[in-house]
């Protein structure tokens, strides 16, 4: 397949193209994630997540731009909301980094969650497959931003960034459990707002009792990402929990049971997709709901049923 070559040789075009295969399921893109898989695993993935309005799209800006002074080619997956209702995503995290799309070294795709919780998009995934296998030394993910269930991320990222900013109601809702654990690094952003030095405060008081980084202890970095302010040392950061995890086998580990969590969500996917399939077919799938809509079975004896008649 030429788009498939012309991925690999670092064709923006053909790495456009196979995203959008790949995010709206066309037939062919089961083909391409097939053949650039072997070229994947090389790309070091970052993972960017936090509370809206925490400043996340300029910190991927402002570090997408710190990693191309190191000269690294960067891609960037930003995750955008989608309406229950219309199905439409804004998309508008790019428009922050309007400037870095004159960047050739640079590639940001804006994608809509499409229904999906935990602030990532279903193709998640595959589209950070997709830019590793196109060449991409670093590829930054950043969520949607609707806190306490952005935990996703750490299953896609290598490091995992936890953006704060001071003055969030209380300060206990911004580390809830779940976006606690997840972060291997802190970043307090806005460091230049009141109330930065007890936000700090407390998040060091709640790694203490943390008993899940043992090893490794999140550290906490000030940054005022609108005027580039403490960047560098964020981005030393990032490099030195690489080089950690690399030294202690914990990259491998996290990539094993990233590959074991895909094989079961793909798996889940595939049976569902085939049950659905052949129920409607057949028109038992709308027998079935008005019978569990009128108490005459019960929901769980249904699926019961339908798993036994299709995966006997």
Same mark, same amino acid.
């Given at each position: 397949?030429?788009?498939v070559?012309?991925?690999l040789?670092?064709?923006? $075009? ?19 994630m097939?053949?650039?898989y ?8 970052i993972g960017?997540?936090? @509370? ?9 800006d402002?570090?997408a731009?710190?990693?191309r002074r190191?000269?690294?080619t960067v891609?960037?997956?930003?995750? *955008? ?11 508008g ?15 940001i ?8 919780l ?12 997709l830019m ?7 590829v930054?993910?950043e969520?949607?931003?609707?806190g306490?269930?952005e935990v ?9 960034l936890?953006?704060?900013? @001071? ?6 809702q911004a ?5 606690l654990?997840?972060?291997?690094i802190f970043?307090?952003?806005?460091a230049d ?5 007890? $936000?700090?405060v407390?998040?060091e008081?709640m790694?203490? $009792? ?5 090893d490794?202890?999140? @550290?906490? &970095? ?8 403490g960047i560098?040392?964020?981005a030393?950061?990032? *490099?030195k929990?690489a080089?950690?995890?690399e030294e202690t086998?914990?990259r491998?580990?996290?990539?094993? &049971?990233r590959?074991k969590d ?6 889940n996917s595939?049976?569902g997709?085939?049950i659905i399939n052949k129920?409607?077919v057949s028109g038992e799938f709308?027998? $079935?709901i008005?019978?569990?809509?009128d ?5 769980y004896t249904?699926?019961?049923?339908i ?6």
């Amino acid at each position: 397949m030429d788009i498939v070559k012309d991925l690999l040789a670092g064709s923006r $075009l053909a790495l456009s193209r196979a995203i959008t295969a790949v995010e709206n399921e066309y037939d062919h893109a089961v083909q391409i994630m097939q053949q650039i898989y072997p070229h994947t695993g090389n790309a070091y993935v970052i993972g960017i997540t936090g @509370p809206p309005g925490a400043g996340k799209s300029t910190l991927t800006d402002k570090l997408a731009r710190e990693y191309r002074r190191r000269g690294k080619t960067v891609g960037i997956v930003a995750i *955008d909301p989608t309406s229950p209702f219309s199905g439409g995503a804004i998309l508008g995290d790019r428009i922050r980094m309007n400037e870095l799309t004159l960047d050739e070294g640079v590639f940001i795709r804006s994608m809509g969650t499409r229904g999906s919780l935990g602030g990532l998009s279903h193709k998640t995934g595959e589209v950070v497959k997709l830019m590793d296998a196109a060449g991409k030394d670093i590829v930054i993910v950043e969520t949607v931003g609707v806190g306490q269930s952005e935990v996703d991320v750490a299953k896609t990222a290598d490091t995992t960034l936890v953006v704060l900013v @001071p003055g969030l109601g209380d300060d206990i809702q911004a580390i809830k459990a779940g976006i606690l654990e997840i972060g291997d690094i802190f970043a307090i952003n806005k460091a230049d707002r009141e109330g930065v030095d007890r $936000l700090n405060v407390e998040l060091e008081m709640m790694l203490d $009792l943390n008993q899940y980084k043992v090893d490794w202890r999140p @550290p906490i &970095k000030k940054v005022i990402a609108s005027q580039n302010q403490g960047i560098t040392e964020l981005a030393d950061t990032i *490099d030195k929990h690489a080089a950690w995890s690399e030294e202690t086998g914990e990259r491998v580990v996290r990539r094993g &049971k990233r590959v074991k969590d895909e094989l079961i969500a793909m798996l889940n996917s595939q049976i569902g997709r085939y049950i659905i399939n052949k129920m409607t077919v057949s028109g038992e799938f709308d027998q $079935l709901i008005k019978q569990v809509e009128d108490r005459e079975q019960d929901p769980y004896t249904a699926v019961d049923g339908i798993l036994k008649a299709v995966l006997r």
